[in-house]
């Protein structure tokens, strides 16, 4: 069965990083178009980054520069490396899974999703 779960967050303080972690069951990430969103309280679901091993990668403007993404093929997992962050980043974190090709950052062509992750950040 196909499932995904994040693991990392917590809180900290504003120019502080956290890495979030998505381990992948039951099928291979390297296969399937990969995302890291975010929803905020009262705000709609917003993407984070879109990734496929193939070389596509695609950042929201709002993280460009200060989050990165890398990922471990033996343990199947993907991580959202998140530096210098700012009390907006403050959001549940999900990862995502949709079959390729990657669209882009919206939400409707994901499928797949984990339970989330708190960050918070304070000033």
Known sequence: QEQLVESGGGS?????SLRLSCA?????YSSYCMGWFRQAPGTEREGVV?????GFTRFADSV???FAISHDN???TLYLEMNSLKPEDTAMYYCAAEF??????GTEHFGYWGQGT???VSS
């Open 118 to 120: 708190q960050v918070t």
């Open 100 to 105: 390729p090709p990657c669209y882009g950052l």
């Open 12 to 16: 900290v303080q504003a120019g502080g």
């Open 74 to 76: 033996a343990k199947n």
């Open 24 to 28: 992948v069951f039951g099928y291979a």
């Open 64 to 66: 460009k520069g200060r």
């Open 50 to 54: 879109v990734f496929k091993n193939n």
